[in-house]
């Protein structure tokens, strides 16, 4: 069915970009589906992504104003506090947690670091919360699956390669507040959790 946990989060993420033009960068970009909405709020926007395919088909699906390349987030050389806003969809877990450094750098002062992460339950509200999301996340998918019917068929999108090995979310909390000073992590439905870092400003 075509409900995306990643996707049902935008609307979330996209109301702590800062005010104002500026540049993102989106990390782990795969079909450029958010980077396009960054785009469609007035952000000057790069994606990078590992995978060449997601890559191919995010600049097939424009436009042509955001600037996509194939790239691996742990060696790519990131320009020092240059980004306003920059995002991690479901990718951090990929690579090491400390990367977030490299992206906290890339800030410019007042920068936004956003992350929307996997991870495992660790305390009994985690797994409350996991108990809440099994039937939500059925529901969820039923509405999705009716509308698209309604709507003559969803489209087959291609996935980005995943890795079902997750870090357990207090693990995320005592990395975060290590390396990302006053950075706060909320865990969410639909097993996820968002890491807000906020770079201070300058002077």
Sequence with gaps: ???DHNHHYHPALLRLVPPGPGRALDVGCG?????????AA???????????????????A???????RQADVTTEALEPRSYSFVSCL????????NTVTRLRDALAP???LAVLGCARPSRPGDYARELVAAPANVVARLVVAAADRLNGGADLLAKAPVR???????DVRRDAARLLPGSAVRPLVFWRYLLVYRHPPAG
């Design 1 to 3: 069915m075509p409900f």
């Design 31 to 39: 079909d450029g589906r958010f980077a396009r909405r960054l785009a």
């Design 42 to 60: 007035g952000m000057t926007v790069e994606g990078i992504d590992t995978s060449a395919e997601m890559v191919a088909r995010a600049i097939a």
């Design 164 to 170: 079902m090995e997750f870090p357990a979310l207090n």
């Design 62 to 68: 424009g436009p042509g104003s955001i600037s996509y």
């Design 90 to 97: 479901a990718s951090l877990h990929h690579v090491p947690f």
């Design 110 to 112: 007042g920068g936004v």
